[in-house]
Structure formats: C-alpha cells, structure tokens
C-alpha cells in the first residue's frame, strides 16, 4: 500500500461519526467500569476485578476492530481490470459482449469485476461491496468484510456485558439510602441505552451471519430476492452463484483456521478480489 493510500485512509477517522464512535465508547466504557460496576461490586474486589478485566478486553477488541475497519480500503477495482470473454461460437460471444457491457460502470466507465458495486459516497467500484457505513467512513467490502463483522460480534459482546452490570448494580442498590430521582433516571437511561445498542448490534450480527452462510453480501441479498421470484414466476428454482456450501462459506470469509476467526487482520485466506468459486467450479 503506498504511503498515499495510507494517509487517505488515516484521513477517514478524522469525521464527526468516527468522533462521536469515540466519545460514545469513552462514555460507556468510564460508565460501565467507574460507576456502576464500582457501585455494584467494587473495582478492589476479586469479582470486579476480574469483570473489569474481561470488559477492558472486550472493549479493546471493539476498538481495535473498529479501526481496522475504517481504516482498510475495502478494495480497489485494478485499473488494468478487462473481462476475460473465452473463445466460443458466435452467438455464445454476442451473448459474453452483452454481459460484458452490463458490467461496464456508468460512473467510472470501467469495467467491474463480478460482485463489484459502485459506491456514490466513495465515488469509485468497490470489490465485493456489501455497503458503505457511515459509522467508519468508509465502504464495508471485500479486505473489510472480516473486521467489520468481527466489530460487531466485540461491540455486541462488550454491551451485553455493560448491560448486565448496569441492571446488576440497579437490582442491588440501596434506593432507599441514596435514591435521588436524578440518580435513578440516570440508571434508566444507561440501561436502556446499552440494552438498545446490544439488541440492535445483535440483529446486525445476526443478519451478517446468516449471510456468511449464505455467501452473500447485502446487495446480492436484495438481487437474489427480485431473482428468486423471477425464478418461480418461470417455474425455475434460482441458487445464489457463489453459495459453495456451508463450511466453504464460512472459510471464505473469516479463513480456514477457526483459532484466528476472531482476529480482524487475519485475512491473508483473501484472494484478489476479481473472481471467486461458484458453484458451477465444483460441478
């Protein structure tokens, strides 16, 4: 990656959604570990030592992933990039010059690899985009997808974890002693704040994960439900192209070694990002 490249990507974390991610973290983690766990069981003792360890390291994980993120070009169309129309008879090459053309974009007037989408934020094609997150300035694609999934699963993890203290330290306060109606809304509001985000996160993982399973990103979802019916209007059965099944799937996203799943920068499984295995390839 040259050093131009790098500073763009530095340059991303320098937006008001990447600062307002800051703040919030900071918030919730100083929350989290210096008032309610504090209040609830006490940074001194045994258990909330240990606690305050487990959710520093989550909360570490979160952050980490976050910035590999954002600052990771999701890939880059190459330049040089030309579809590759094999020799075959002349009606079967009219019919490869047209699906050629429908790769063509109308904004960059280059030629796109299959799964690549054009990107009107980043005005540019992005390599297997799923899409582009406001959250880390950038587009989520085909050298991001691993660490912004693996985002998610920390950020879910790590609010969870806030949510459980919170209400643990609610549940076991003396109200009766130090209940002032400001303190309590305060409780109120920070439960249901981290409640909100880990159900919310929690939805995201979810759907992210059904779509590794499905080796899909989220515009080819919405492709394939317009195929899928299409395909039943015809009396056909449609099947996503690159759905190689399910272990396939999952290695081609998070990589073949299950020990390094969790680590966002464990992608050196990627390949180039221009073509991938189809179904047809096992046939």
Same mark, same amino acid.
């Given at each position: ?15 008001? *959604? ?7 973290? %900071? ?15 006490? +940074? ?25 993120? $954002?600052?990771?070009?999701? %890939? ?17 090459? /009219? ?14 007037? $280059? ?58 330290? $609610? ?32 939805? +995201? ?22 195929? /899928? ?15 190689? %099944? ?7 996203? +998070?990589? *073949? ?8 920068? $464990? ?5 180039? %990002?221009?073509?991938? *295995? ?6």
């Amino acid at each position: 990656m040259s050093s131009k490249t790098k500073s763009l990507n530095l340059k991303r974390l320098l937006s008001l *959604p990447i600062l307002s991610v800051f703040v919030l973290v %900071g918030f919730i983690y100083y929350t989290t570990v210096f008032i309610f766990l504090e209040d609830w069981l006490g +940074l001194h003792s045994s258990s909330g030592s240990l606690n305050t360890l487990i959710f520093s390291v989550l909360a570490s994980f979160s952050l980490f992933s976050f910035l590999v993120c $954002a600052t990771t070009d999701p %890939g880059r169309v190459p330049s040089e990039y030309v579809p590759d129309i094999e020799h075959s008879d002349a009606s079967d090459q /009219e019919s490869k010059k047209n699906d050629v053309q429908l790769r063509r974009c109308d904004k960059c007037s $280059a030629f796109k690899p299959p799964r690549a989408h054009h990107c009107r934020v980043c005005k540019r094609c992005v390599l297997r985009m799923d899409h582009h997150c406001l959250w880390i300035n950038n587009c989520v694609g085909h050298r991001n997808y691993k660490s912004y999934v693996i985002l998610v699963f920390y950020s879910t993890v790590t609010n969870i974890h806030s949510s459980v203290i919170i209400v643990c330290s $609610a549940v076991l306060k003396d109200w009766a002693f130090n209940g002032t109606i400001s303190l309590k809304i305060f409780y109120i509001c920070s439960a249901v704040m981290t409640m909100g985000f880990s159900f919310t996160l929690g939805t +995201l993982l979810g759907w992210h994960l059904y779509l590794i399973t499905r080796n899909k990103t989220t515009i080819e979802y919405y492709e394939s439900v317009r195929a /899928e019916w299409l395909a039943r209007k015809s009396g056909q059965s449609y099947h996503h192209p690159f759905d190689v %099944g399910l272990y396939k799937n999952i290695t081609l996203i +998070l990589g *073949p070694n299950m020990l390094k799943w969790l680590f966002p920068t $464990a992608v050196s499984h990627l390949k180039d %990002g221009i073509q991938f *295995p189809t179904v047809r390839d096992s046939l």
